[in-house]
């Protein structure tokens, strides 16, 4: 839920899924400054109920689209 607030504040579409491994995989998609502002936030802000020991972003690269039209978890 507060990952969804604050994806919409800055407007990026998002999609993301709780693992069965107890991890979260995300796809956060818009303007690399406002993803670089949700990197941040996920890895010092994040939940207040949430336990991240660590964050790691992975296989980033550049879209000429976005492939989402709004937040969606999954579940």
Do not use: R
């Not at 406002?34 to 964050?55: F, G, I």
Request: aromatic share 10%; with cysteine; hydrophobic share 30%.
């Amino acid at each position: 839920m507060y990952t969804e607030v604050e994806a919409k504040k800055i407007e990026l579409v998002d999609w993301g899924k709780a693992t069965s491994k107890g991890t979260v995989t995300d796809q956060v998609q818009g303007p690399k400054e406002k993803v670089n502002s949700m990197k941040s936030w996920l890895s010092k802000v994040e939940s207040p109920s949430s336990l991240t020991d660590c964050t790691n972003f992975s296989n980033e690269k550049t879209i000429s689209k976005l492939e989402y039209s709004n937040f969606s978890i999954q579940y």
